[in-house]
């Protein structure tokens, strides 16, 4: 289940529910990005923290995220010396965001990635294209 506090407005999810205030063409599961208009329709159709569902990190993810594979880990740059560097940690099973000496944080879901994006590039928002 996703945290009340880890979801920010421009987050990407899925949507598992039976119901769905979007068009009634799309295919669910689908995956949107969190926007005010979501917050608003928490509200008025009670949608539940339940009702979404985190979108796993993968290599093919990091890829639709903008990041560039090297030798054994995926970076991308923001900025003018920013590098913002994603390895695999075999032990957790995870991925590993190093955003400099000392600012390191595993992640496990794109909207931790784009948390961690957020704050390690000053208010940078990562772009997606899934």
Same mark, same amino acid.
């Given at each position: 289940?996703? !945290? $009340?506090?880890? +979801?920010? +407005?421009g987050?990407a =999810?899925?949507?598992n529910?039976?119901w769905?205030? /979007?068009s &009634?063409?799309?295919?669910?599961p689908f +995956? #949107?990005?969190?926007?005010s /208009?979501?917050?608003? $329709?928490? +509200? /008025?159709?009670?949608?539940c923290?339940?009702?979404i569902?985190?979108i796993?990190?993968? &290599?093919?993810?990091?890829?639709?995220? %903008?990041?560039?594979?090297?030798?054994?880990?995926?970076?991308?740059t923001w900025?003018t010396n920013?590098? #913002?560097?994603v390895k =695999?940690?075999?032990?957790?099973? !995870?991925?590993f965001? $190093?955003? %400099?000496?000392?600012?390191?944080?595993?992640v496990e879901?794109i909207?931790?990635?784009?948390?961690? =994006?957020?704050? #390690?590039s000053?208010? /940078? $928002?990562?772009?997606?294209?899934?």
């Open positions: 289940m996703i !945290k $009340e506090n880890d +979801i920010r +407005i987050n =999810f899925q949507h529910a039976n769905c205030y /979007r &009634p063409s799309e295919i669910k +995956i #949107f990005q969190w926007t /208009r979501d917050w608003y $329709e928490c +509200i /008025r159709l009670n949608l923290l339940e009702d569902e985190p796993d990190l993968t &290599p093919v993810n990091l890829l639709k995220c %903008g990041f560039t594979l090297g030798d054994g880990y995926y970076w991308k900025g920013g590098v #913002f560097i =695999f940690d075999t032990v957790y099973n !995870k991925f965001v $190093e955003a %400099g000496k000392g600012f390191n944080l595993l879901y909207h931790e990635l784009q948390n961690a =994006f957020y704050v #390690f000053l208010g /940078r $928002e990562l772009e997606i294209t899934l």
